[in-house]
């Protein structure tokens, strides 16, 4: 975190300079600059990224590369900030793109990399880089969620198996509370990081799916999410999870409980393990498998993706094409992933060499079952964001709270239409 | 009086010297304060684009965002209790730094220090005295045998905004009862005597003497706390930011989050232009209280 901040103040500093500078020498040669703001998935990204910068201008002389690299929660509202001030920067790696599309700010994907790229991306994930059949990013890496458990607590409370329905889920929880009085059986973070992810995977267990594309529409308040938020909140009821759902997040707060061996269930995704072993649950004895699913319904794995786009405004496509086809060089791009920490990679042939991965190459088998969140929607961002919201206090009255974010996405809806 | 006796200048000539002010007031009060007003009849697109005139839709819009009622009444609850409390608590509190006792530095330094900490720092540390899992709250609840189990006070919707209220008023405190110190201060030690020699007993001295006296003071003190605790940010954001759901939001809390959450910024300045006239409304109170006081000094 201080790494970041030093290093935004850092560049804040040099562009301040550079204004001086510019100002006190008027005619010099001219450089290009790159903007780039990058999302950052780990701490490792501002030193993956200096060194990226620094191969590129050194084979492309004439090109310069400004690196401002962000964390996940402000890097939304960052980007939003420079394109309102208009200072639009070239290149940003984040986990939104239809808006921004549908706006017109972006250059197609084949204008943003090379064509033998391109192809080599895998193509369900270019699938959800689009905005009305047009690709307007390049997939940048996935990641595929799963449900983990503490084998110590589990077993140890006389669970013989792993929970395949709500109903064995149930059992569990209470079977562990009963053994373990101190340790929270299930961990349910309903806080503003991501509360979606909450939202979508229990849904989607019973077979809820968010967005209609045939009728266009936003499909929230129905019984589908409705049995998956009271099966929840019986959990909650029944005094099954930590106390305060509402306000939990998932990295600091569930995550950070399992890794002391406090929760003995969680949702957690393919980079939980690369987590724990860094923020002191490397002794954690963790197992993960299939969301327990409703009675009767298919199990399922919520998939997520995020982007590179390049933007129109500075009108520098072809300094952006080579630096996104450099990034996509495998080594550039082994590294960049190995930076990112433990995702699935974007590219065909990144995904081979990922198959033999004992933690990710699982995941990589369980996409067939993944559903998406709607990124091809241009109002999925407003929306994402009113289900976060009222989750944080759904389980007072899970009705009502699916009322509310049903309206508020059909609101969004219509705007950005 | 002095000034018939100065040559009046033209007013041009003093524009060098007020430049500075004039480009101050301007580029930072006027210029963002009309922008905001343009940006309410905007139509303002999902990535902060601007789309064109939207009349009064953004207000129409906010009228019927259902979660703008329960926000505008926790905001007065907010504005009332807040201010209401510091002032009550205020008054004896300036009364005792008043005295003269031993220690009477001491009291002084411990209020006005949570003063000169910043209010993210302030919120901050309640919010981790207030942790369920690590904080001190949860142990000595716990220690005291008044709960069982850990809580979250913050977590809960029916906890947490009383939380945010203390806090409020553990923040507004120095301010205030250092103003209603500065008004105590102003009253002349005749006065109190002179009542002392009619035999005044020690209530009756404050209410018809000391409190009529410090009645400007008080005034002050009210309407510039009543603009902060209104415009109170950074107390909502860092301890719940506004949560769970929209429990314990105030007007401006609310405003931020229509703009970066639900990503609708014209609809967010149209809120922000009432928050905008409800202050207005404050400071033209301050303007004319500061004039009441000036004629009562003259």
Not at chain 1, 240 to 262: E, I, M, S, V, Y
Not at chain 1, 360 to 389: D, E, H, M
Not at chain 1, 390 to 400: E, I, R, V
């Amino acid at each position: 975190m201080k790494k970041f901040r030093t290093r935004i103040a850092a560049v804040a500093a040099m562009s301040f300079a550079a204004t001086f500078a510019v100002a006190a020498l008027p005619s010099q040669a001219e450089d290009v600059t790159l903007k780039l703001v990058m999302a950052a998935y780990t701490d490792d990204m501002v030193d993956y990224y200096d060194g990226l910068a620094q191969d590129f201008e050194n084979a492309n002389p004439g090109i310069k590369v400004e690196v401002d690299v962000v964390a996940w929660p402000e890097i939304g509202q960052k980007v939003k900030t420079l394109i309102a001030s208009g200072q639009t920067p070239d290149i940003v790696n984040n986990d939104e793109f239809a808006g921004e599309a549908a706006a017109g700010l972006l250059y197609r994907a084949d204008q943003i990399v090379s064509a033998a790229v391109l192809k080599d991306i895998i193509p369900a994930f270019l699938d959800n880089s689009k905005y009305k059949g047009t690709a307007y990013a390049v997939p940048d890496l996935a990641s595929a969620r799963a449900f983990f458990w503490n084998k110590q607590l589990i077993s140890g409370a006389g669970v013989k198996a792993a929970p395949k329905t709500w109903d064995d889920m149930l059992a569990a929880a209470k079977a562990v509370k009963k053994k373990y009085p101190s340790v929270y059986p299930y961990c349910l973070p309903l806080g503003p990081e991501e509360a979606q992810m909450i939202f979508t995977t229990w849904g989607g267990g019973n077979g809820g799916r968010l967005f209609n594309e045939k009728t266009n529409k936003y499909t929230l308040n129905n019984k589908e999410f409705k049995g998956a938020l009271d099966f929840l909140k019986t959990l909650v009821d029944q005094k099954l999870t930590q106390p305060n759902p509402g306000k939990t997040n998932r990295t600091d707060g569930c995550w950070a409980l399992f890794a002391k061996g406090k929760v003995a269930m969680v949702d957690g995704g393919v980079f939980l393990p690369d987590w724990l072993s860094k923020n002191g649950g490397e002794n954690i004895d963790w197992a993960a498998g299939a969301f327990p699913a409703a009675k009767g319904k298919t199990d399922i794995t919520v998939g997520v993706q995020d982007y590179f786009k390049g933007y129109k405004a500075g009108g520098k496509q072809k300094e952006i094409q080579k630096f996104l086809t450099f990034i996509f060089e495998p080594t550039n791009y082994q590294g960049f992933l190995k930076a990112a920490g433990g995702f699935i990679p974007a590219t065909k042939s990144a995904g081979k060499l990922a198959e033999e991965d004992p933690i990710i190459g699982p995941y990589i088998k369980l996409l067939p079952k993944a559903i998406f969140y709607p990124g091809t929607v241009g109002s999925w961002q407003a929306c994402k964001a009113s289900i976060v919201t009222y989750m944080g206090n759904a389980m007072s009255n899970t009705g009502k709270a699916l009322q509310q974010i049903q309206a508020k996405c059909d609101a969004a809806h219509k705007k950005v239409k | 009086m002095v000034a018939a006796t100065v040559k009046k200048e033209p007013a041009r000539k003093a524009l060098p010297w007020l430049s500075g002010t004039i480009f101050l007031i301007v580029g930072f009060v006027l210029w963002p304060t009309l922008e905001l007003f343009l940006m309410s009849f905007r139509t303002i697109d999902i990535s902060g684009l601007i789309e064109g005139w939207a009349g009064l839709e953004n207000y129409r819009m906010l009228a019927a965002n259902f979660d703008l009622p329960p926000v505008l009444r926790r905001t007065i609850i907010w504005l009332v209790v807040v201010v209401g409390m510091t002032l009550a608590i205020s008054l004896p509190l300036a009364q005792l730094m008043n005295a003269k006792f031993r220690g009477q530095k001491f009291l002084r330094y411990s209020i006005i220090i949570p003063w000169a900490a910043s209010l993210v720092i302030t919120a901050t540390s309640f919010k981790w005295i207030l942790d369920p899992y690590y904080g001190m709250m949860n142990l000595i609840l716990k220690d005291l045998g008044i709960i069982k189990e850990d809580v979250d006070l913050l977590g809960n919707p029916s906890t947490s905004f009383i939380m945010l209220l203390i806090v409020a008023i553990f923040v507004s405190l120095p301010f205030t009862s250092y103003v209603l110190l500065a008004g105590l201060q102003s009253i002349p030690g005749e006065v109190l005597e002179a009542a002392k020699v009619d035999g005044a007993g020690g209530w009756k001295t404050y209410w018809t003497i000391i409190f009529p006296l410090l009645r400007p003071a008080f005034l002050v003190a009210a309407v510039i706390n009543a603009v902060y605790v209104f415009n109170s940010f950074p107390i909502i954001w860092v301890m719940t930011t506004g949560g769970p759901g929209y429990e314990t939001d105030t007007t401006t809390t609310f405003a931020y989050k229509i703009a970066f959450r639900d990503q609708d910024i014209g609809q967010s300045a149209s809120l922000a232009v009432g928050n905008f006239l409800v202050i207005f409304i404050f400071i033209m109170l301050f303007l004319k209280l500061s004039k009441w006081r000036e004629a009562d000094q003259t």
